[in-house]
């Protein structure tokens, strides 16, 4: 009987070790503009927004997401006060990978985020569930 356990933890960590890394070269994220779609600033977007950006336009290499939160603090341009999130895929890395900076400027600011791994322009990845799974599989199996 323990050895069938043992086979089952082996399975379950085997299954969660693979999803754990990227298939291929492609990665997915969140693409979409709050202001368009309001689920885009939903914490985490629905997972009909995550789409692989080598599908997206414009012939480039896409290598990390991108969240872009946007406040607009006052009337600028005959446009209202408002906040935007902005979710995309990128290629224009430069020294911002897995960062975070913000820009400010006349009537707004925004802060710019850039990741790479698949969906992490949402909030908690699937990966990140993965591996807490995989603990507690473990946890479980060691007591037993």
């Known amino acids: 009987m323990a050895s069938f356990h043992y086979m089952i933890m082996i399975v379950a960590c ?26 885009c600033a939903e914490k985490p977007p629905p997972e009909d927004l995550n789409v692989d ?8 290499k896409y290598t990390f997401c ?3 939160i946007q406040i607009i603090e006052f009337s600028v341009n005959n446009l209202p006060p408002d906040t935007r999130t902005i979710r995309g895929c ?16 006349f009537g707004g600011r925004q802060e710019v985020c ?21 603990a507690a599989v473990v946890v479980f199996f060691a007591r037993a």
């Open 53 to 60: 950006c080598s599908t997206t336009k414009g012939g480039s």
């Open 90 to 105: 990128g290629w224009e890395e430069g020294n911002y990978k897995n960062k975070c900076y913000q820009r400010s400027g």
């Open 66 to 68: 991108r969240k872009i």
């Open 14 to 39: 085997a299954t969660v070790f693979a999803m754990m890394f990227h298939q291929g070269e492609a990665i997915k994220c969140f693409v979409c503009n709050s202001h368009n779609d309001t689920r």
């Open 114 to 134: 850039a990741c790479d791994k698949d969906g992490c322009n949402g909030a908690a990845t699937v990966k990140a569930t993965f591996g807490v799974l995989l």
